[in-house]
Every structure is written in C-alpha cells, then in structure tokens.
C-alpha cells in the first residue's frame, strides 16, 4: 500500500497476491473468500472502506494460518522416518 489513506489503485496489488494463491488451488471456501474481495473492492468506489479492511484482516489470518500448516507438513515431511532394517534373512540387528 502506497497511500495513507484507502486508495482503489493500491488495493490493485491484492489481484497480484491472489493470483498467486490461487496458483496453488486452495479449498474452494478460500476462492470465495477471494471473491468475496472483489466486492469490498467495489465498495471502495463509493467510500465505504470498513469492509476492505475487515477483509484484509481476515486475508491475512487465513494466509498465516495456511503457512503455519504448510511448515508443519514440511517439517514432518523432512523428518526421517525410522524403520527396522531388514535382510532377506529376517531382522538386521544392531
């Protein structure tokens, strides 16, 4: 956001991170929830501005909350997993 102020054209920014969301399929509550975004864009034309900056409030928990989930998964998928060794002959011991 360029201005101090609510300004339509720095909300343009918004297309870009949401395409780039959208890149990655997320669930079809979050597209709603993006087009949702389009709306309170709109609303910004005629002056209403609260909707905006409620949507971007729960933009924002929604992307955390998707990377912390996304770190888990990584960090569970890094982790090795420990399975016993096995030789044609049965259990490797040791």
Known sequence: ???FHLHQWDYTNLVL???LVL???PPLWHRVFLAAGILTMQLLSIGVAIPQLAWDVVWLGI???GASDRSKVATAAS???TSPLRTPQGRASG
């Open 1 to 3: 956001m360029v201005a």
């Open 17 to 19: 991170g949401a395409w």
């Open 23 to 25: 890149r990655n399929s």
């Open 63 to 65: 992307l955390a909350a």
């Open 79 to 81: 982790e090795p997993r």
